[in-house]
């Protein structure tokens, strides 16, 4: 085949070839709207309202937060103190948890709000070497099984900011998720 044959064939083809992707987006049903539709869905903007006694029912579960502070006393697994470089800090907040199933909340997403709105996740790289539990919405597996729970999680903020609220997420209940504040 020769470069006249071979640009031929591309100068032959060029309009099918560039009409191939909008004809698979249309043939497929994806438009714009059900893209942005899935899009927002999926993006948590709708908070849970915590109701009596602080506690939050979200996702078949009861949770409640028991305490949000800075943690000073954070060890690694020499047992020696641990901080965070620089000016971070590390904030550790305690949930209860009442579920009917042990696995109700199984995968979801802890953050810590700080007073600006901005979230950090639970757990993050600073955090390595520090001994301290694996972020969790579900009972330690070591435990004796029991519907009623706590959980300590562990977050870490820049020097200047402060606790909030803590947001427990599940991807199947989207857009709502659990906002805790220590006042309820």
């Given at each position: 085949m020769t470069s006249t044959q071979s640009r031929g064939w591309w100068r032959h083809n060029r309009w099918g070839l560039i009409a191939v992707v909008?004809?698979?987006?249309?043939?497929?049903g994806f438009t714009y709207s059900t893209a942005y539709n899935a899009y927002w869905k999926h993006h948590p903007r709708e908070p849970?309202?915590?109701?009596?006694?602080?506690?939050v029912s979200y996702g078949g579960?009861?949770?409640?937060?028991?305490?949000?502070?800075?943690?000073?006393?954070?060890?690694?697994?020499?047992?020696?103190?641990?901080?965070?470089?620089?000016?971070a800090r590390i904030w550790r907040?305690?949930?209860?948890?009442?579920?009917?199933d042990k696995d109700t909340l199984?995968?979801?997403d802890?953050?810590?709000?700080?007073?600006?709105?901005?979230?950090?996740?639970a757990g993050p790289s600073e955090l390595r070497g520090?001994?301290?539990?694996?972020?969790?919405?579900?009972q330690d597996s070591l435990a004796t099984p029991s519907p009623r729970y706590e959980v300590a999680v562990?977050?870490?903020?820049?020097?200047?900011?402060?606790?909030?609220?803590?947001r427990v997420q599940l991807d199947t209940k989207l857009p709502h998720y659990a906002r805790l504040t220590a006042a309820g």
């Open positions: 909008p004809s698979l987006v249309v043939a497929i849970v309202a915590a109701g009596e006694g602080g506690w579960a009861r949770i409640r937060l028991l305490g949000l502070a800075p943690a000073y006393n954070v060890k690694d697994y020499g047992g020696k103190p641990f901080g965070p470089p620089g000016t907040a305690t949930l209860a948890f009442e579920v009917s199984a995968g979801c802890l953050l810590l709000e700080d007073t600006d709105g901005r979230t950090y996740s520090a001994r301290v539990p694996y972020p969790s919405c579900t562990y977050f870490v903020l820049p020097g200047t900011a402060k606790g909030a609220a803590v």
